[in-house]
């Protein structure tokens, strides 16, 4: 059974369009994470909700918006996208914020055209 | 200057070989600290997870982390070709977000 899910696995889409990420965890933990990965494998947070409320907001455009609709599940969604958007994107779960292990999805690889 | 500083490599060693691999960071505060390795195409996984100075050994892998130097380091023992991936150190201090170091993309090589 996988941990944390994510889809989908590829995305590739042309600049200005809108497109969704979703993630969902079965290890019953109260706090997941939105990451970005950029071509240089540097990883930075986004986002962070702990029992589905927002608790880390990064320095990130507000063309993202993070949903979270129950604790299992954290998607992400992105307007009006851009080159610069490029990535790939892993969701993370954690039992609590910050100090404890977090497992990650798969990652969602964003292509913008 | 970015809080955590990683060599991103790439790093290659023949097989067997002890591999070390380091971070250096800035922020005083960090109190937990974390390997996580990332094979290609998939999600970084929890390798090492250390708080206060010292070292911790786990099979193959050992993490030191040295406070006062501000200095963290994973060393990998008779390293193995299933060994080759990115390693990423992470530190926090507590309920705070994870800062990631860059990587450093390993490759043993048979």
């Known amino acids: 059974d996988t941990a944390v899910s994510q889809t989908p696995k590829y995305l590739v889409t042309q600049m200005g369009n809108d497109k969704s990420i979703k993630c969902e965890q079965n290890?019953?933990?109260?706090?997941m994470y939105w990451y970005k990965q950029d071509s240089k494998k540097f990883l930075k947070i986004m986002f962070s909700?702990?029992?589905?409320?927002?608790?880390i907001n990064e320095t990130v455009p507000n063309r993202f918006s993070p949903k979270s609709p129950d604790k299992a599940h954290l998607n992400l969604h992105i307007n009006s996208l851009e080159l610069g958007d490029s990535a790939v994107y892993f969701c993370?779960?954690?039992?609590?914020?910050?100090?404890?292990?977090?497992?990650f999805g798969p990652g969602t690889r964003l292509t913008v055209l | 200057q970015k809080e955590v500083e990683q060599d991103p490599g790439p790093l290659s060693v023949p097989e067997g070989a002890i591999v070390s691999l380091n971070c250096t960071y800035s922020?005083?505060?960090?109190?937990?600290f974390m390997w996580y390795r990332q094979y290609s195409r998939k999600g970084p996984e929890l390798l090492m997870y250390?708080?206060?100075?010292g070292n911790k050994e786990d099979g193959r892998f050992t993490a030191q982390v040295d406070k006062s130097s501000k200095y963290i380091s994973l060393f990998i023992r008779d390293s193995q070709p299933s060994d080759s991936a990115t390693y990423l150190c992470?530190?926090?201090?507590?309920?705070?977000?994870?800062?990631f170091g860059q990587g450093t993309r390993l490759t043993i090589n048979p």
């Open positions: 993370a779960s954690s039992s609590s914020p910050g100090g404890d292990t977090q497992y």
């Open positions: 290890l019953g933990h109260d706090t």
């Open positions: 992470a530190m926090n201090q507590g309920a705070q977000k994870l800062v």
């Open positions: 909700y702990n029992n589905k409320e927002l608790i």
């Open positions: 250390t708080y206060s100075s």
């Open positions: 922020n005083s505060a960090f109190q937990y």
